[in-house]
T-cell receptor
Framework: AQTVTQSQPEMSVQEAETVTLSCTYDTSESDYYLFWYKQPPSRQMILVIRQEAYKQQNATENRFSVNFQKAAKSFSLKISDSQLGDAAMYFCAYRRTAVTGANSKLTFGKGITLSVRP | DTGVSQDPRHKITKRGQNVTFRCDPISEHNRLYWYRQTLGQGPEFLTYFQNEAQLEKSRLLSDRFSAERPKGSFSTLEIQRTEQGDSAMYLC?????????????FGEGSWLTVV
């Protein structure tokens, strides 16, 4: 079974600074997806960024980028120029690449709470 | 395009009562998922539908839990004889099958408190 581990329960960053959130995972699959989701307090979970395992290039979305190390099974999220609105819980998640039928579910880590200091 | 909507957003119930949550996915999405999330934890998968077929159920889904998606559109999650351990947020999500890398979109969740 696939597992996702986020070992840091909390992190804090100064506004405008850069922060990196860590995630490791375990799988025997060679092709899969990795995601970072953001969940603000009392609000819905939204997708921040997605990485396909077969792509060597790290994904980037504006101020958000990932460092994907497939051999090490590591998938960290870097937030540049942190903003107050980035304060939220961040979840790392894994999904197999099955396009049809079963096994399309997400497996989440326990999450990390990010606070942004003004 | 409206997102995934869930109803009710909050429910307080007495132990032993039955509760039902409803989820309306994004209109063209044929996949629908239910997750459970407790405070400070990541969501845990409960069950998954493709159209009206329930394709996978987690071992977390005890006999007291039942989910349906009768016409392949909205879904309901019913919990019978609620227990205090059922207190959690129940998240619904949807996606469109058949496209590599399809994104899963989440609703705002339904909070259940069992007293």
């Amino acid at each position: 079974a696939q597992t996702v581990t986020q070992s840091q329960p909390e992190m804090s960053v100064q506004e405008a600074e850069t922060v990196t959130l860590s995630c490791t995972y375990d799988t025997s699959e060679s092709d899969y997806y990795l995601f970072w989701y953001k969940q603000p307090p009392s609000r819905q979970m939204i997708l921040v960024i997605r990485q396909e395992a077969y792509k060597q290039q790290n994904a980037t979305e504006n101020r958000f980028s990932v460092n994907f190390q497939k051999a090490a099974k590591s998938f960290s999220l870097k937030i540049s120029d942190s903003q107050l609105g980035d304060a939220a819980m961040y979840f790392c998640a894994y999904r197999r690449t099955a396009v049809t039928g079963a096994n399309s579910k997400l497996t989440f880590g326990k999450g990390i709470t990010l606070s942004v200091r003004p | 395009d409206t997102g995934v909507s869930q109803d009710p957003r909050h429910k307080i119930t007495k132990r032993g009562q039955n509760v039902t949550f409803r989820c309306d996915p994004i209109s063209e999405h044929n996949r629908l998922y239910w997750y459970r999330q407790t405070l400070g934890q990541g969501p845990e998968f409960l069950t998954y539908f493709q159209n009206e077929a329930q394709l996978e159920k987690s071992r977390l889904l005890s006999d007291r839990f039942s989910a349906e998606r009768p016409k392949g559109s909205f879904s309901t999650l019913e919990i019978q004889r609620t227990e205090q351990g059922d207190s959690a947020m129940y998240l619904c999500a949807s996606s469109l099958a058949g496209e590599r890398g399809n994104t899963i979109y989440f609703g705002e969740g339904s909070w259940l408190t069992v007293v």
